[in-house]
């Protein structure tokens, strides 16, 4: 079942790339991860990830930090909060 906050505005939302962010959105619910085991984890490649985790970016679904010298995503709530709004 594709997860409501795979669907972006920045990008058009077909299904493999609905089906992609949701594995990404699932995993980050759990913790946050880096693009290595986020790629690990899922079995896409990293580029693939990075691709989908910086379009998440710019609608606000993911957030990315530094934790030393590793680069870590989470989730955040701005993501469905507009789409909620966007909807109605």
């Known amino acids: 079942m594709i997860n409501?906050?795979?669907y972006l505005r920045s990008v058009k939302n077909v299904?493999?790339?609905l089906e992609v962010r949701t594995?990404?959105?699932d995993a980050l619910s759990k913790k946050e991860l880096s693009?290595?085991?986020l790629s690990k984890m899922s079995g896409m490649s990293k580029p693939k990830a990075r691709y989908h985790l910086r379009n998440m970016l710019a609608d606000g679904v993911v957030r990315?930090?530094?934790v030393g010298r590793r680069v870590v995503w989470r989730l955040t709530g701005v993501g469905q909060a507009s789409l909620e709004e966007t909807l109605g």
């Open 64 to 66: 990315k930090h530094r």
């Open 23 to 25: 594995l990404i959105i």
């Open 4 to 6: 409501p906050r795979a």
């Open 35 to 37: 693009v290595d085991e």
């Open 15 to 17: 299904k493999k790339g």
